[in-house]
């Protein structure tokens, strides 16, 4: 019998030491995991604040888009870019000054939301306002727009 109760003091003996080297490794775990889930949160943290500022951004793009396509789109715009293709001789007077407002305004806007974000293609934008026609403008205006869209829904499909 003194021999059976050794036997299971062995055992239980090896059963402690067993489980104390289990504790050890489920606490070095424990601790990589919180440490893991600490630096995930930051992480986190961090890209949801990119998220929001590009967002932001984005979203002050598209005004800025949407009031220049307004702008030039505006009866003024409309009314002398039909006068300027149609080769028919205006007065300069009232029509260029409409125009030359309109074409102001828009690169006023295009390029303070550009400085704003050092956004490089809407400075190439307000640099095209000038030298383009309205018709190449509009269509490099759409394009960002359906760019800037399309990466806002990729963005917002990521979260």
């Known amino acids: 019998q003194k021999e059976s109760e050794e036997t299971e003091l062995a055992n239980l003996l090896n059963d402690v030491a067993a489980s104390k080297r289990d504790l050890e490794r489920t606490t070095e775990a424990l601790e990589a995991d919180e440490e893991f889930l600490e630096n995930m949160r930051k992480d986190c943290e961090h890209e949801d604040a990119e998220y929001k500022k590009r967002a932001e951004i984005r979203s002050e ?67 095209r306002v000038r030298l383009d026609a309205f018709v190449k403008v509009k269509e490099a205006m759409d394009k960002m727009h359906a760019e800037l869209t399309k990466q806002l829904k990729e963005e917002y499909a990521k979260w």
């Open 61 to 127: 793009e598209l005004v800025a888009l949407s009031e220049t396509i307004r702008i030039l789109t505006a009866d003024d715009a409309r009314e002398l870019y039909d006068k300027t293709m149609s080769f028919i001789q205006v007065s300069e007077g009232v029509s260029a000054a409409a125009q030359e407002r309109a074409v102001e305004r828009a690169l006023r806007r295009i390029a303070k939301v550009a400085k704003k974000h050092n956004n490089w293609s809407l400075v190439s934008l307000a640099v």
